[in-house]
């Protein structure tokens, strides 16, 4: 039977959907709807598609930043923690396998029955060199045994068309030897092949949060990066922060519809939070930013996702940094409890990711 939550008006004031719009009966829901979540979450996703755990391990490939070596800015966006990736600094503290041996060695205790991965080019900006080089450590990742597939973080204005030319390369079936590793099903041949994603930070629509961070480019970067990087075979995320300075609540959910328009698959979400020895962190103590309350993040996450298509994958909905550099605000530590409240809302007001979507703007 279909959720009635469905139909349910969403607290944006949104109408709720025409009866032409509402699903009529189950088969008509997507399968996290028919599940009975209230999102379509990053890990219904990759048990879907792979029919097992899938995690992420993070892969240091010892790249840099153009927002930090002075190719676009120095100093790199005011959240970060990017003393890092000085250039300098930026020697790979072991092979990429080796990286990915030791991760899924410490990972072992807490997802026992997990057996692939997905090596996941987390740090700095990982396609900031020559195209053989990230030819390289890419193929190492997908080399190990254990990984079915690339997750690459970048800047929107960081993918030039050879680059996102050998990211697609990486979509294609994997050579024999590697491909009995990858997940089969005869029904949808795109499984024989690694998975690949793309994950864009994107942050706002807005230009003048951008020009807060330092970003050092604009949202119109996104928009070219989204448009070059369609139909190449992977997968396109943004990344996007909620409780920037100075944008108000329609702001924010301007930005969700906004993804939805780019036609994008995924989306990872969290609120802006405060390292030690960053800028962010000096304006917070002189009171010039105010950082979200764990109760006003939640309302604004759970209308956020009301506004994104039901299609698309809810990559993330916090974040946090290791205790040693975190300042806060501390209720991001709690992970599971953020979880929880943003269920319980969902829950409270009966809506879903979607009710409040408006097709017609996408
Ligand atoms: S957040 Fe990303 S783009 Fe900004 S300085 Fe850090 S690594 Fe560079």
Same mark, same amino acid.
């Given at each position: 039977?279909?959720?009635?939550?469905?139909?349910?008006?969403?607290?944006?004031?949104?109408?709720? %959907?025409?009866? #032409?719009?509402?699903?009529?009966?189950?088969?008509?829901e997507?399968?996290?709807?028919?599940?009975?979540?209230?999102?379509?979450?990053?890990?219904?996703?990759?048990?879907?598609?792979?029919?097992?755990?899938?995690?992420?391990?993070?892969?240091?490939?010892?790249?840099?930043?153009?927002?930090?070596?002075? #190719?676009?800015?120095?100093g790199?966006?005011?959240?970060?923690?990017?003393?890092?990736?000085?250039?300098?600094?930026?020697?790979?503290?072991? #092979?990429?396998?080796?990286?990915?041996?030791?991760?899924?060695?410490?990972?072992?205790?807490?997802?026992?029955?997990?057996?692939?991965?997905?090596?996941?080019?987390?740090?700095?900006?990982?396609?900031?060199?020559?195209?053989?080089?990230?030819r390289?450590?890419?193929?190492?990742?997908?080399?190990?045994?254990?990984?079915?597939g690339?997750?690459?973080?970048?800047?929107?204005?960081?993918?030039?068309?050879?680059?996102?030319?050998?990211?697609e390369?990486?979509?294609?079936?994997? %050579? %024999?030897?590697?491909?009995?590793?990858?997940?089969?099903?005869?029904?949808?041949?795109?499984?024989?092949? %690694?998975?690949?994603?793309?994950?864009?930070?994107?942050?706002?629509?807005?230009?003048?949060s951008?020009?807060w961070?330092?970003?050092?480019?604009?949202?119109?970067?996104?928009?070219?990066?989204?448009?070059?990087?369609?139909?190449?075979?992977?997968?396109?995320?943004?990344?996007?922060?909620?409780?920037?300075?100075?944008?108000?609540?329609?702001?924010?959910?301007?930005?969700?519809?906004?993804?939805?328009?780019?036609?994008?698959?995924?989306?990872?979400?969290?609120?802006?939070?405060?390292?030690?020895?960053?800028?962010?962190?000096?304006?917070?103590?002189?009171?010039?930013?105010?950082?979200?309350?764990?109760?006003?993040?939640?309302?604004?996450?759970?209308?956020?996702?009301?506004?994104?298509?039901p299609?698309?994958?809810?990559?993330?909905?916090?974040?946090?940094a290791?205790?040693?550099?975190?300042?806060?605000?501390?209720?991001?530590?709690?992970?599971? #409890?953020?979880?929880?409240?943003?269920?319980?809302?969902?829950?409270?007001?009966?809506?879903?990711?979607?009710?409040?979507?408006?097709?017609?703007?996408?």
């Amino acid at each position: 039977m279909a959720d009635p939550a469905a139909y349910a008006p969403s607290a944006a004031g949104n109408p709720p %959907p025409t009866p #032409s719009e509402r699903p009529r009966h189950a088969a008509d829901e997507l399968p996290w709807q028919r599940a009975g979540l209230p999102y379509f979450s990053c890990n219904f996703d990759l048990r879907q598609r792979f029919g097992r755990r899938v995690q992420k391990v993070s892969v240091d490939a010892g790249f840099t930043c153009p927002n930090v070596d002075g #190719s676009v800015a120095i100093g790199g966006c005011t959240f970060c923690d990017n003393r890092s990736y000085s250039p300098s600094r930026r020697l790979p503290r072991t #092979s990429i396998r080796g990286q990915i041996d030791e991760s899924i060695q410490r990972m072992r205790l807490r997802y026992r029955k997990c057996r692939d991965y997905l090596a996941y080019f987390q740090p700095a900006t990982n396609t900031y060199a020559p195209v053989e080089r990230l030819r390289t450590v890419y193929r190492e990742a997908l080399s190990h045994p254990q990984v079915v597939g690339l997750v690459i973080g970048t800047r929107p204005d960081c993918v030039p068309d050879d680059v996102l030319a050998l990211i697609e390369e990486f979509t294609q079936p994997a %050579p %024999p030897t590697h491909s009995s590793t990858l997940p089969s099903n005869p029904t949808n041949p795109t499984l024989q092949r %690694p998975y690949v994603a793309v994950e864009y930070g994107m942050q706002s629509m807005h230009d003048r949060s951008l020009d807060w961070m330092n970003r050092g480019h604009h949202h119109a970067a996104m928009i070219d990066a989204v448009e070059r990087s369609r139909g190449r075979g992977f997968e396109i995320g943004a990344h996007v922060m909620l409780g920037l300075p100075n944008e108000t609540r329609d702001d924010m959910l301007a930005t969700a519809r906004e993804i939805g328009r780019l036609g994008i698959e995924a989306v990872k979400i969290h609120n802006l939070y405060c390292v030690k020895g960053t800028p962010l962190a000096d304006q917070v103590a002189r009171g010039e930013v105010r950082l979200m309350g764990r109760n006003e993040y939640v309302q604004t996450l759970v209308d956020f996702i009301e506004q994104l298509p039901p299609t698309m994958i809810v990559d993330r909905i916090s974040g946090d940094a290791p205790p040693d550099y975190f300042l806060g605000p501390s209720w991001c530590l709690d992970k599971p #409890s953020v979880r929880t409240a943003v269920l319980a809302e969902f829950a409270r007001r009966q809506t879903r990711q979607g009710s409040a979507w408006n097709k017609a703007l996408a």
